[in-house]
């Protein structure tokens, strides 16, 4: 499927790394629970691609596939049965932004890996969304424990404009990774940059370390690339 993306919000957002790259590093903040570069917003900021798919919850079904050794598919009221998790973090968007104290409800990412067992192979987890978009995540930090599928919001059903009926949370990084209207979660043995991390955004994404942008991405694909031919080389 062909999604048609809000080409102004993408120009914004490569014009926004642009100007990032040529800032440099920022001076920490004084409150240090914010990274460098980051101001607490009003409110929950909305930011997207300019699709948000629609929701049937009778007909939508939720997926773990890949390197892993039980295939799941999950029906919407299937997953609502898996035990739930609240918790409360903080959240840091890539645009500067930052939200603390967010309280989320959903299922721990652990959940769902005592279920399909992975292989020792995995070693990234790959997300994707109803909207076409994808990111990727070292499996490392996907294993954190307060990595989990949110499909809930201040105790309210997590709405298609925050990534409903379910987005994933990654507090340690920025939010791009947190994908929205996730889908399908994929175990990979190799990585796979997604939709903002081929279009120049840091492939890992660590707030603290102002991991924003990489200055040229087909680099950095050509260099995951030889590292992959390496290994199999190897094996």
């Known amino acids: 499927m062909t999604h048609k993306y809000n080409q102004k919000i993408l120009r914004a957002k490569q014009k926004f790394l642009e100007r990032m790259e040529k800032k440099g590093k920022s001076a920490p903040n004084d409150n240090e629970r914010i990274p ?9 900021p909305i930011l997207d691609l300019g699709i948000r798919p629609d929701f049937a919850s ?22 609502l049965k898996l035990p739930k998790h609240q918790q409360t973090s903080d959240f840091h968007c890539v645009t500067t932004w930052s939200v603390l104290d967010v309280l989320w409800g959903g299922i721990k990412l ?27 995540v070292p499996l490392e930090d996907a294993l954190a424990e307060d990595v989990m599928l949110a499909y809930e919001l201040q105790n309210e059903l997590l709405t298609i404009e ?10 340690a990084l920025y939010g791009w990774k947190s994908a929205k209207f996730l889908h399908t979660i994929e175990f990979s043995s190799v990585d796979k940059p997604g939709f903002w991390e081929v279009r120049g955004y840091h492939n890992h994404g660590d707030p603290w370390l102002e991991e924003r942008q990489t200055s040229s991405p087909l680099d950095y694909l050509r260099k995951r690339a030889e590292e992959t031919l390496k290994q199999k080389d190897k094996q």
């Open 162 to 171: 925050h990534g409903g009926p379910i987005r994933f949370v990654l507090p």
């Open 36 to 44: 460098p570069g980051q101001h607490i917003a009003k409110g929950f």
């Open 58 to 79: 009778d007909t939508w079904r939720f997926k773990v596939v890949g390197e892993i050794e039980n295939t799941l598919e999950f029906s919407w009221d299937e997953l």
């Open 110 to 136: 652990k959940e769902i890996l005592n279920l399909a067992c992975l292989k020792d192979s995995a070693q990234f987890v790959i997300l994707h969304s109803s909207d076409g978009y994808t990111t990727n």
